[in-house]
């Protein structure tokens, strides 16, 4: 592997990204990040831009719309300021926003969402519902073996979750409202909820999972959970919890968010440069 490539803020997991990539004989410049060893610390956007043709950028790539994810540096990084540099280049990142597409419309871009690669949305699941099993196990006082757990969605999170939880000895409980996956939710051994009938089973749950990133828990309905109930939400924003009624009501709530970077970085770093190769072809 003999690339240049270029990576500007991010946390942990890209930390270690950037580690990986220079082990595999890549030349891998930083902005933004620790210094590290075999790896080019660059002064300036500009320098870090022209260095390489492949920029890549944090998971996700921003929290606000207007600055650029970056644990380690010690001075807020401008979208802009990278935006306006970027030229003629290859500019991976996840969860990229509308604005950035917009500033980069004339400038030759090949934006990539690594988010929205499929191989990488599958993998980020596994490490993402061990984390939220982790939550369970550190939030509640009781063992989730022989606990009735609800999980809210059975997309690709849903469907790991729940293996998981099964494997541990939960009595586990999905949510959907396709009749086709109720069906599978049914064939996998696990306990169907069809979205209509969600209320009126809501006060038999120890722990609830959600995975559906519109608002499904609102003021309604929590008022069905049983006072110990703990509520894990792992869908990104709006989430699927009304957090201000969860707040009201005083039920014990995580939103637990990007969860694969906290639990496992170095995982996720490996998953985040495989995907990488992928999409250049270079693995």
């Known amino acids: 592997?003999?690339?240049?490539?270029?990576?500007?803020?991010?946390?942990?997991?890209?930390?270690?990204?950037?580690?990986?990539?220079?082990?595999?004989?890549?030349?891998?410049?930083?902005?933004?990040?620790?210094?590290?060893?075999?790896?080019?610390?660059c002064e300036t956007i500009k320098e870090l831009v022209e260095s390489a043709d492949i920029i890549i950028g944090p998971v996700p790539f921003s929290s606000n719309g207007k600055t650029i994810n970056a644990t380690f540096s010690n001075n807020e990084i401008q979208i802009e300021d990278l935006t306006k540099e970027l030229k003629n280049k290859t500019f991976i990142a996840g969860a990229i926003r509308d604005n950035v597409y917009e500033l980069l419309k004339n400038n030759n871009v090949e934006i990539i969402d690594i988010l929205k690669r499929e191989e990488l949305s599958v993998l980020n699941s596994i490490s993402t519902a061990e984390g939220a099993i982790q939550i369970a196990m550190e939030?509640?006082?009781?063992?989730?073996c022989g606990s009735n757990v609800l999980i809210l969605g059975f997309g690709r999170i849903g469907k790991v979750l729940a293996k998981m939880l099964l494997g541990i000895g939960a009595n586990v409980y999905c949510e959907a409202r396709k009749p086709h996956d109720l069906a599978w939710i049914q064939a996998y051994g696990y306990t169907p909820i069809d979205i209509k009938k969600l209320n009126e089973n809501l006060n038999k749950?120890?722990?609830?999972?959600?995975?559906?990133?519109?608002?499904?828990?609102?003021?309604?309905?929590l008022d069905k959970l049983k006072e110990d109930c703990l509520v894990i939400d792992l869908a990104s924003n709006p989430g699927g919890v009304d957090k201000q009624e969860i707040k009201k009501k005083n039920i014990k709530f995580v939103w637990a968010l990007s969860?694969?970077?906290k639990v496992a970085p170095v995982t996720s770093a490996k998953y985040i440069k495989e995907t990488i190769y992928n999409i250049l072809e270079i693995g």
């Not at 003999?2 to 991010?10: A, F």
């Not at 939030?139 to 989730?144: A, G, K, M, S, Y």
């Not at 749950?205 to 309905?221: E, G, H, W």
């Open 1 to 41: 592997m003999n690339k240049k490539i270029s990576i500007i803020g991010g946390d942990l997991r890209i930390k270690k990204l950037a580690e990986m990539l220079a082990k595999d004989g890549n030349k891998v410049y930083t902005y933004g990040l620790d210094k590290q060893e075999n790896i080019i610390q």
């Open 205 to 221: 749950f120890d722990v609830i999972i959600n995975t559906i990133p519109s608002i499904v828990l609102d003021a309604s309905n």
């Open 139 to 144: 939030q509640t006082e009781i063992t989730l």
């Open 259 to 261: 969860l694969p970077g």
